[in-house]
Structure formats: structure tokens, C-alpha cells
């Protein structure tokens, strides 16, 4: 990589001579944009999966939540975010996180998949 006169006096990055065209997030993680919206992780029930609480996930409400996808569902109108579990007939929200009960879908529960979980965005601590 050779640096440029102007590069001493400014931040270079490595990538600089590959680039084609501006990055856009947007672009990259959002493929249906007028169904997708982003919604802040509470609690460690999804940790092991890579979902942190304070995360922001990108939910894409188009997605059809296929068996063992994690989703952001309103059970009771409370919202949690889960692994969505079929096991013979009967489906279950399940966490990553053994002290969570799995949730246990009945005919008569209250319950409504939001979307469907396409990506997680966290901060890199130190």
C-alpha cells in the first residue's frame, strides 16, 4: 500500500484504493425497506445467540418466521425476543438462556409475530 502526500495529513484507510462508491448500511442490511424497522434489545434471554442487551436488531416484518428463526413476537401484548421452536404440532418461543421458561404457544394465547430477526447491531466494548 503506498501513501499518498495528502495521506500524511489525514486519516487513511487501507480500503481507500477498493472503493467504488460510499458504504451504506442501509443498503447492506435492509432488503425490505418499507417493512423493516429496528428495535433496542432488553435483557440477556438471546445472549448466546450474539444478542446483548442495549443491541439494536433490524426487523424485517416480510420474512415468514420458518422453524428456528428468532423473532420479535408481542405474547400478551409484552414483547420478547425468541427462537421460534416447533416441536411436533406445538410451537414454543424459546430463549438461549436456561432460566427462561420456554413460551408454550396454546390456540387461545394472546400472541402476534412482529418480524423476523435479520441482523444485530452492537457496540465493540473494551
Do not use: C
Not at 487513511?12 to 429496528?38: G, M, N, R
Not at 409475530?113 to 447491531?121: D, P, Q
Request: charge should be negative.
Amino acid at each position: 500500500m503506498k501513501l499518498s502526500q495528502k495521506a500524511e495529513t489525514g486519516f487513511v484507510s487501507p480500503a481507500a484504493d477498493h472503493l467504488q462508491k460510499p458504504l451504506d448500511l442501509e443498503e447492506l442490511i435492509v432488503h425490505h425497506p418499507a417493512a423493516t424497522f429496528y428495535v433496542r434489545a432488553e435483557g440477556n434471554a438471546m445472549q448466546a445467540s450474539g444478542i446483548h442487551d442495549g443491541d439494536i436488531l433490524v426487523v424485517d416484518r416480510s420474512i415468514h418466521p420458518k422453524e428456528g428463526a428468532i423473532v420479535i413476537a408481542a405474547i400478551e401484548e409484552e414483547p420478547v425476543i425468541r427462537r421460534l421452536v416447533k416441536r411436533g404440532s406445538r410451537l414454543f418461543l424459546i430463549s438461549d438462556a436456561p432460566k427462561f421458561e420456554p413460551i408454550t404457544i396454546h390456540p387461545d394465547t394472546n400472541w402476534l409475530i412482529w418480524g423476523v430477526v435479520t441482523h444485530v447491531i452492537h457496540r465493540y466494548k473494551s
